[in-house]
């Protein structure tokens, strides 16, 4: 198997192409190689891609933003398909302006959906309110399940779904929906950036909870990185063992 084969290449953000702000080592390279084929399908809930475009061009990666598919803008995109939605979004200054440029109505009063993403502020008093909100019939939309991804350092930096934990330790049974990966929504929004449609899908990713999760759910051929090989070595292990 060459990645040639591949029409379309999801690869993954946090872990395989980046750190926080540093590039992982060969994380160039894939990109070279995989050229427009290459969508970025992650799960970060901080970022629109217009934003993580940005950033990425500041550390010399240039995807542009069509080509980048993020849970929390897809979270935020999934409620306007529902006209009388009034949502508390929990989520950062970015996602808020986000939600405004799609004219959602933002409200702590009443909302009909409570939307958690990886909100850095988010505490007790948050979580109080939360569970109030529920109480009074709003909907849970998680932005991804993630409990956390590794900082530069290795030490985790929490995710949206440790913020999720808090709620459903006095919840457990609450009904929710979750927009990221490994839930299908997600792989196929960044199917509908080809145009002329796909056949050989290759799935990129450090995290087998979600990433291959999700990749085996949909029948697409996964190669999981990590950061002792780095994405490159990693992928080119991968393709050997298929060939082989
Ligand atoms: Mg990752």
């Known amino acids: 198997m060459r990645l040639d084969d591949y029409d379309a290449i999801l690869c993954d953000l946090d872990g395989c192409l980046i750190s926080g702000t540093t590039v992982l080592?060969?994380?160039?390279d894939v990109l070279d190689a995989a050229g427009e084929r290459l969508v970025i399908l992650s799960n970060n809930s901080t970022d629109t891609p217009e934003t993580l475009s940005c950033r990425l061009q500041a550390m010399e990666l240039r995807v542009p933003p069509e080509r980048i598919v993020l849970a929390g803008t897809a979270a935020l995109d999934h409620l306007v398909a529902f006209p009388d939605a009034r949502i508390c979004l929990y989520g950062s200054e970015?996602?808020?302006d986000y939600a405004q440029e799609l004219g959602l109505t933002l409200t702590r009063a009443a909302p009909?959906?409570?939307?958690?993403?990886?909100?850095?502020?988010?505490?007790?008093?948050?979580?109080?309110?939360?569970?109030?909100l529920i109480a009074s019939g709003a909907q849970l939309v998680v932005a991804n399940p993630d409990v956390s991804h590794p900082g530069p350092d290795g030490t985790p930096v929490?995710?949206?779904?440790?913020?999720?934990?808090?709620?459903?330790?006095?919840?457990?049974?609450?009904?929710?929906?979750?927009?990221?990966k490994p839930e299908p929504g997600l792989y196929?929004?960044?199917?509908?950036?080809?145009?002329?449609?796909?056949?050989?899908?290759?799935?990129?990713?450090?995290?087998?909870?979600?990433?291959?999760e999700g990749a085996?759910?949909?029948?697409?051929?996964?190669?999981?990185?990590?950061?002792?090989?780095?994405?490159?070595?990693?992928?080119?292990?991968?393709?050997r063992e298929r060939a082989g």
Not at 112 to 132: C, I, N, P, S
């Open 25 to 28: 080592p060969g994380a160039k």
């Open 94 to 96: 970015v996602l808020r």
């Open 112 to 132: 009909t959906h409570v939307v958690l993403t990886r909100d850095e502020t988010y505490g007790y008093a948050q979580l109080r309110e939360t569970l109030g």
């Open 158 to 180: 929490p995710e949206t779904g440790s913020l999720l934990s808090a709620i459903l330790s006095v919840h457990p049974e609450l009904p929710y929906v979750i927009i990221g």
């Open 188 to 212: 196929r929004n960044a199917l509908t950036r080809f145009k002329d449609g796909v056949g050989r899908v290759l799935a990129i990713g450090d995290n087998p909870r979600t990433d291959a």
């Open 216 to 239: 085996a759910r949909l029948g697409f051929d996964f190669a999981l990185v990590g950061p002792d090989t780095g994405i490159w070595r990693g992928l080119e292990r991968f393709l």
